[in-house]
């Protein structure tokens, strides 16, 4: 059986006024200096960073400053906490009801750890919608973390498809898939969502009506 799997900050969740701000607001703690949320952005998506632990690292090296990991995650987890219901939906119920209705599982890669992402499904009401949830927790390994390919490889195997199609949002997604296709052996294809990050000669949808098309002519072909 064929699946459809999904990244979600940026893809299913907006995340500009929650995570973006979370990163900005822990670098400016440890540098004492206001940051420009465009250049937040600039770092994390020209960089093709996944972690928006290791961009708020990332951010403080960038302007002179030095942090420990352990530091950041306290500080930016205090502030995304007073962020997140910010956050709203990119793809709504509807649009995961009429792909579920096409008969296929679904399912979520996602670098979020569990109890934000359980609170941000619960919130808007998606559990339902998806056979299996992989989260941050589910790998502990930063090593094996996207862009490797081992959660997607794993993704899949838990879910027992045949093959995939992976909807992302940014370089990591991509490399993520294209890596999975150099090492494994299933075949699994990648569509772009949105205008984070451009991506030459990469299928892309900018809507979610064109983003249902996408899917099912990706999944004819897979």
Same mark, same amino acid.
């Given at each position: 059986?064929?699946?459809?799997?999904?990244?979600?900050?940026?893809?299913? #969740?907006? #995340?500009?006024?929650?995570?973006?701000?979370?990163?900005?607001?822990?670098?400016?703690?440890?540098?004492?200096?206001?940051?420009?949320?465009?250049?937040?952005?600039?770092?994390?998506?020209?960089?093709?960073?996944?972690?928006?632990?290791?961009?708020?690292?990332?951010?403080?090296?960038?302007?002179?400053?030095? /942090?420990?990991?352990?530091?950041?995650?306290?500080?930016?987890?205090? /502030?995304?906490?007073?962020?997140?219901?910010?956050?709203?939906?990119?793809?709504?119920?509807?649009?995961?009801?009429?792909?579920?209705?096409?008969?296929? %599982?679904?399912?979520?890669?996602?670098?979020?750890?569990?109890?934000?992402?359980?609170?941000?499904?619960?919130?808007?009401?998606?559990?339902?919608?998806?056979?299996?949830?992989?989260?941050?927790?589910?790998?502990?390994?930063?090593?094996?973390?996207?862009?490797?390919?081992?959660?997607?490889?794993?993704?899949?195997?838990? &879910?027992?498809?045949?093959?995939?199609?992976?909807?992302?949002?940014?370089?990591?997604?991509?490399? &993520? #898939?294209?890596?999975?296709?150099? &090492?494994?052996?299933?075949?699994?294809?990648?569509?772009?969502?949105?205008?984070?990050?451009?991506?030459?000669? #990469?299928?892309? /949808?900018?809507? %979610?009506?064109?983003?249902?098309?996408?899917?099912?002519? /990706?999944?004819?072909?897979?």
């Amino acid at each position: 059986m064929k699946g459809m799997l999904f990244d979600v900050d940026g893809v299913i #969740v907006d #995340v500009k006024n929650s995570y973006h701000y979370a990163i900005k607001r822990t670098a400016e703690e440890f540098l004492g200096i206001e940051i420009p949320i465009e250049e937040v952005r600039r770092i994390k998506f020209s960089r093709g960073i996944n972690n928006d632990w290791l961009v708020t690292l990332e951010v403080i090296k960038e302007y002179g400053g030095k /942090a420990e990991l352990h530091q950041v995650v306290e500080k930016f987890n205090q /502030a995304y906490r007073l962020l997140r219901d910010k956050e709203e939906l990119i793809l709504d119920r509807g649009f995961f009801k009429k792909i579920k209705a096409l008969g296929y %599982p679904l399912g979520i890669i996602t670098g979020r750890p569990r109890e934000d992402i359980e609170y941000t499904f619960e919130r808007f009401g998606l559990f339902e919608y998806f056979d299996f949830i992989l989260d941050d927790d589910y790998i502990p390994d930063p090593e094996l973390k996207k862009p490797h390919p081992f959660a997607l490889h794993l993704c899949i195997e838990s &879910m027992n498809l045949s093959g995939c199609v992976y909807v992302g949002d940014s370089k990591a997604d991509w490399e &993520m #898939v294209m890596y999975y296709k150099k &090492m494994y052996e299933k075949p699994a294809e990648y569509i772009h969502f949105g205008k984070n990050v451009n991506i030459d000669g #990469v299928k892309t /949808a900018h809507t %979610p009506k064109e983003l249902i098309l996408a899917l099912q002519e /990706a999944l004819m072909h897979l």
